[in-house]
């Protein structure tokens, strides 16, 4: 199983900026993050493929979060911009090793490794 650890969360007025960073222990087919608020399920934010890059947003999200990656470093980052208190979850990286098909990206269904989460607060 992979080992995952996310850092970065945190603090932040409403408008400010966090970025999220989530370590991989390995190579995988694809990472994703998800939060999750108080008394609610998960929610697929943004997920990327390890090997071109190439990224998906969930709506909710789209514009003001930016994911990427660095291969080299195994890393993978959220970049948090123009957050709203409605932000205010666990944010959790996920990794997958098999590749899913495009409408699965964003689904916590099949995801065999979690990080642990962070806590992200926006609030005045």
């Known amino acids: 199983q992979l080992q995952l650890v996310e850092s970065g969360g945190g603090l932040v007025q409403p408008g400010g900026s966090l970025r999220l960073s989530c370590a991989v222990s390995?190579?995988?087919?694809?990472v994703a993050w998800f939060r999750q608020a108080p008394g609610k399920g998960y929610e697929g934010l943004a997920s990327i493929i390890t090997s071109d890059g190439e990224p998906t947003y969930a709506d909710s999200v789209k514009g003001r979060f930016i994911i990427s990656r660095d291969n080299a470093k195994n890393t993978v980052y959220l970049q948090m911009n123009r957050l709203k208190p409605e932000d205010t979850a666990v944010y959790y990286c996920?990794?997958?090793?098999?590749?899913?098909?495009?409408?699965?990206?964003?689904?916590?269904?099949?995801?065999?490794?979690w990080g642990q989460g962070t806590q992200v607060t926006v609030s005045s």
């Open positions: 390995e190579f995988t087919f694809i």
């Open positions: 996920a990794a997958d090793r098999t590749p899913r098909p495009p409408h699965a990206f964003l689904s916590p269904t099949g995801y065999d490794s």
